[in-house]
């Protein structure tokens, strides 16, 4: 990764640290997804949003913006929701960007867990 993507990386998941504190939510970033030996770099991994198992963000960076195939492959074969972000569009944290990501992705921790901002239906890890 060349310097400048190094350091939007670094920048947003700083956006991504701050994000969990002010919303009250569980974010691990950076991440490494691993799985049968194979291991790929994640901006970030949410374990109560996208999918029962979690989800994990990838970076969509310049020039290309191209998804990245393992990251799809892992997350699948471990049942996690992916999406890929520019990472340069969340080097701040702006709480609405985040809570308006976070509905769109779905809720499905515990729900005692549930922040009271989210919106959406409140799912259970047994749903």
Known sequence: MK?????????????????????????VTPYSLV???????????????GKPNGMVIGSLLPPKFGTD???????????MYWSFIDPRG??????AD??????DWGYFGASAKCPSWYQGYKRTNGN
């Open 90 to 95: 969340w080097t701040t944290y702006n709480e």
């Open 35 to 49: 799985f049968e030996g194979k291991s790929v770099d994640c901006l970030a991994f949410l374990p109560d949003f």
């Open 69 to 79: 195939p393992q990251l799809i492959e892992l997350a699948n074969k471990t049942a």
């Open 98 to 103: 985040f809570k308006e990501a976070l509905e």
């Open 3 to 27: 310097k400048v993507d190094q350091t939007i990386f670094e920048q947003a998941s700083q956006s991504w640290r701050e994000a969990a504190l002010q919303l009250g939510i569980t974010v």
